[in-house]
């Protein structure tokens, strides 16, 4: 059993072994010549160049490659997409990386009065913010342009410093600077970018809103937005985000300050700012609406201590009497009792009176100070209102009756 077992076990692991592909020998080659037809044929077609450099990009990594050098031109890059209103537009066009600035005809106005020398340094200055641009150093991009500009005052510049203000967020330039872009036609640019500019511009007035602020109070400094504009009289027009501003107009001794409510794309917001002193914009208001309360608890309160002025009299003339019954008892010589009726009334009368006007006075002056103080209290106090609540109309409403042989109803007209 075990000789059978051992041979089971030989046989098995020989046929594994057998199965194995054999490793054969290697092919031998036969030498070809560089000069003959099978020398061209024997080269891969993936085969690198004699003198390629190895790379040092790491496995998985696709090596990038160099901006300036894999921009094309400004017309061939994409055009620009729609943007929400009030978004940020952003473009990834970049700059051509030799564009030269068109000076070769001297009658067109752009070229006008620019000498040579100034053409030169605009180009330089020019093809430095192209750099700058194409890198996505936007900063320094427009701080060449804007150098380049001080040189020539050409369309192109102005293109191009629009896209590098796109991307900083500067819708208001950007709109300057592609309306100065266009100003001569497609002739200064070419025609992928005059028709880009076009079409930047349809995006940004999507941004921008008009606004119109006039003020005629001499001397006045009038501000939009927390920055002085001019100092009236004058009008100040200028195009402004979409959304709410802030316009104030000072003077010592005046004020007038607005905050205006949300302005739209594409709207004009013409607004007036008049100045008013601070006795103008004052005025005056109470604790309670009924003002006749105070007076009528002081009124009672002196009615009721004149009442018990009266009973105080009046018991004093009481007191009189008695003393006038007392002294003609005591005038016989036998005198009279205690008990006499008509002598103790009057006394007795007297008091009482005497002690309803204690009373009446004591409740004469409690009305008196609390009806002083309410007076106090509901005193008229100063305050000051702005200029939009006093320019603001109140809300109108009238209700006219409508009755004719079809209908039965009421109108109802509102002006807010």
């Known amino acids: 059993m075990r000789g059978l077992v051992v041979g089971l076990s030989l046989a098995l692991s020989?046929?594994?072994?057998?199965?194995?592909?054999?490793?054969?020998?290697?092919?031998?080659?036969?030498?070809?010549?560089?000069?003959?037809?099978?020398?061209?044929?024997?080269?891969?077609?993936?085969?690198?160049?004699?003198?390629?450099?190895?790379?040092?990009?790491?496995?998985?990594?696709?090596p990038v490659a160099d901006p300036i050098d894999a921009a094309p031109s400004a017309g061939a890059q994409a055009k620009p997409t729609d943007a929400k209103p009030g978004s940020p537009n952003k473009t990834d066009e970049k700059a051509g990386v030799n564009e030269t600035l068109q000076k070769d005809n001297a009658q067109h106005p752009w070229l006008v009065g620019v000498t040579p020398a100034e053409q030169q340094a605009a180009n330089i200055a020019f093809r430095e913010g192209n750099t700058q641009l194409n890198d996505g150093l936007f900063v320094d991009a427009v701080a060449k342009y804007r150098e380049a500009l001080k040189h020539w005052n050409h369309p192109a510049i102005?293109?191009?410093?629009?896209?590098?203000?796109?991307?900083?967020?500067?819708?208001?330039e950007v709109f300057d600077h592609l309306n100065a872009a266009v100003q001569y036609g497609a002739d200064?640019?070419?025609?992928?970018?005059?028709?880009?500019?076009?079409?930047?511009?349809?995006?940004?007035?999507?941004?921008?809103?008009?606004?119109?602020?006039?003020?005629?109070?001499?001397?006045?400094?009038?501000?939009?937005?927390?920055?002085?504009?001019?100092?009236?009289?004058?009008?100040?027009?200028?195009?402004?985000?979409?959304?709410?501003?802030?316009?104030?107009?000072?003077?010592?001794?005046?004020?007038?300050?607005?905050?205006?409510?949300?302005?739209?794309p594409g709207e004009k917001f013409r607004i007036e700012l008049k100045l008013y002193t601070a006795e103008e914009l004052t005025r005056y208001k109470r604790r309670w609406t009924t003002t006749w309360f105070p007076y009528a608890i002081v009124g009672a309160?002196?009615?009721?201590?004149?009442?018990?002025?009266?009973?105080?009299?009046?018991?004093?003339?009481?007191?009189?009497?008695?003393?006038?019954?007392?002294?003609?008892?005591?005038?016989?010589?036998?005198?009279?009792?205690a008990s006499t009726p008509g002598i103790t009334k009057s006394r007795d009368s007297g008091d009482t009176k005497r002690?309803?006007?204690?009373?009446?006075?004591?409740?004469?002056?409690?009305?008196?100070?609390?009806?002083?103080?309410?007076?106090w209290l509901n005193?008229?106090?100063?305050?000051?209102?702005?200029?939009?609540?006093?320019?603001?109309?109140?809300?109108?409403?009238?209700?006219?009756?409508?009755?004719?042989?079809?209908?039965?109803?009421?109108?109802?007209?509102?002006?807010?």
């Open 14 to 62: 020989f046929g594994v072994v057998s199965a194995q592909p054999a490793a054969g020998p290697e092919p031998k080659t036969k030498p070809v010549k560089a000069s003959s037809p099978r020398a061209k044929k024997a080269k891969p077609a993936d085969a690198k160049p004699a003198d390629a450099k190895p790379t040092d990009a790491k496995p998985g990594v696709r």
């Open 158 to 172: 102005h293109y191009n410093l629009s896209l590098a203000l796109l991307n900083l967020d500067q819708p208001i």
């Open 188 to 264: 200064p640019l070419e025609k992928d970018k005059f028709e880009h500019a076009k079409e930047y511009l349809l995006l940004v007035e999507k941004q921008l809103a008009d606004i119109e602020v006039s003020c005629d109070k001499i001397g006045a400094k009038v501000s939009v937005d927390g920055k002085e504009v001019f100092v009236a009289p004058g009008t100040y027009s200028q195009k402004v985000r979409v959304g709410k501003h802030t316009f104030v107009a000072d003077k010592q001794g005046y004020n007038a300050r607005i905050t205006a409510p949300y302005i739209g």
């Open 301 to 337: 309160g002196a009615l009721v201590g004149l009442a018990a002025g009266a009973l105080e009299l009046s018991a004093q003339s009481d007191y009189d009497d008695y003393n006038k019954r007392v002294a003609a008892c005591n005038a016989t010589s036998a005198g009279c009792p």
């Open 355 to 375: 002690l309803l006007g204690f009373v009446g006075y004591g409740v004469a002056g409690a009305a008196v100070v609390a009806g002083t103080t309410l007076l």
């Open 379 to 416: 005193r008229r106090q100063p305050y000051q209102i702005s200029a939009e609540q006093l320019n603001a109309t109140p809300a109108a409403i009238s209700i006219a009756p409508i009755v004719s042989p079809e209908v039965v109803g009421a109108m109802v007209h509102a002006s807010f």
